[in-house]
């Protein structure tokens, strides 16, 4: 599961796959508020069994991530710095969030995470074809399978460092929304992720970060895990 790459700048960099993600058709019929199975029409839940079925052939997910010091995390900046090369560098990232749900976190896990291309094609092709509702079908599909790959990353990372006493205990990401103390919210910028694909220096990443922040393929997922003792 977990190769050890050595980038040109000396960043350690771990690697991790597994086999594609199962994805249970009913679920794509709810995401698509079909949630009377029984009232769903047979060409409809076709449609979803087929594009269930491709997932497991379209997709194997691999992950890349770093393991990581938190050495400031206050005032809305949390500086990071390599735990086995400190000397690369610091890397910051800027939200008001930080220092609220990475309290007490003395490690993170910058992650980017993909279910390759072959799946973004697929979704291309039916749309060429003029089948919108398999297109939609597929692509809703792969996001599931993105956020069950996610989780199963998790769960790995937490196995693998539970001999030390640590845990992961929070995952956030460049473009999304998080609570503050006083109940508002505070987004961690798109524009950061330029700033998190620069942490795995110039290892080669199966993912590809466009100049718009958009990840390629589209079926990614990046951010980091914050780390911290288990009680």
Sequence with gaps: ?????????????????????????????????????????????????????????????EACYRRMRICRNEAGMLDLEGRLEPEVGKVRFTCAAFPRLLAGCGEAIVFVLTLGPRLDQAVAERIAADQPVDALFLEAAGWLAVERATRRLAADLNRAIAAEGLGVTFRMGPGYD????????????LAEQAALFAVFGNVPLPVVLRDSSVMQPKMSRSGLFAVARRR
């Design 1 to 61: 599961m977990r190769d050890r790459l050595v980038g040109g700048a000396a960043i350690t960099v771990e690697t991790w796959a597994i086999d594609p993600i199962e994805v249970d058709a009913e679920r794509i019929l709810r995401i698509h508020r079909y949630r009377e199975p029984d009232r769903v029409r047979p060409v409809i839940r076709r449609i979803a069994e087929r594009a269930a079925a491709d997932i497991a052939i379209l997709t194997r997910p």
């Design 178 to 189: 998080y609570r503050l103390e006083n109940g508002t919210r505070e987004r961690w910028e």
